[in-house]
């Protein structure tokens, strides 16, 4: 079973902090993918990455940015983080295609006060 | 437009009666289809991908592809209340992997 984890399930942190989410498959997926997820605005694509160091921006990239230094890790970074940033955020891998069968993750809830 | 709509619902069903969940997508060059299930506060799970025209079942589960209209449906055999979740179509269109917003589905015991 394809197993994709993210570091933390809840995460409290204040306007202007630095935030990393950390991602990690354990089933030597090629790309890997960041998404937040908002009521009423589905799942909108931050990143993704198709291969070790390299990234492609998705939809939404303003305000992140994402590092990929092992094939098994995929990291989303908020510079400094809003409270417009707020959301649900989603990990996801796929093996083989790019665009195949997407895994998540269990997901992290990041409040912005 | 968006690239793939789905109806929001909410869609309520008594226990035991079929659920149908629609899906429109806006690319004709979309190649390949999903199904996902997400329950409140999760992440979305895979029920069912579909990539050719016609129907595909798994279980209580059925997925229909129209390529021509462009629609995907899901269909529900003998709803369940542990089935009352969001689902999420998705579409690959070759270079992009959209979602749709999602349909809530209740199963009323």
């Known amino acids: 079973d394809v197993k994709v984890t993210q570091s933390s399930r809840y995460l409290v942190k204040r306007t202007g902090e630095k935030v990393f989410l950390e991602c990690v498959q354990d089933?030597?997926?090629?790309?890997m993918f960041w998404y937040r997820q908002d009521p009423g605005l589905g799942l909108r694509l931050i990143y993704f990455s198709y291969d070790v160091k390299m990234k492609e921006k998705g939809d939404i990239p303003e305000g992140y940015s994402v590092s990929r230094e092992k094939k098994e890790r995929f990291s989303l970074i908020l510079e400094s983080a809003s409270t417009n940033q707020t959301s649900m955020y989603l990990c996801?891998?796929?093996?083989?295609?790019?665009?195949?069968?997407?895994?998540f993750g269990p997901g992290t809830r990041l409040l912005v006060l | 437009q968006k690239e793939v709509e789905q109806n929001s619902g909410p869609l309520s069903v008594p226990e035991g009666a079929i659920a149908s969940l629609n899906c429109t997508y806006s690319d004709r060059v979309s190649q390949s289809f999903f199904w996902y299930r997400q329950y409140s506060g999760k992440s979305p799970e895979l029920i069912m991908s579909?990539?050719?025209?016609g129907d595909k079942e798994d279980g209580r589960f059925t997925a229909q592809l129209n390529k021509a209209s462009q629609y995907v449906s899901l269909l529900i055999r003998d709803s369940q209340p542990s089935d009352s979740a969001t689902y999420l179509c998705a579409v690959n269109t070759g270079n992009q992997f959209y979602f749709g917003t999602g349909t809530s589905l209740t199963v009323i015991p």
């Open positions: 996801a891998s796929t093996g083989g295609r790019l665009w195949e069968t997407q895994y």
């Open positions: 089933m030597d997926h090629e790309n």
């Open positions: 579909i990539y050719s025209n």
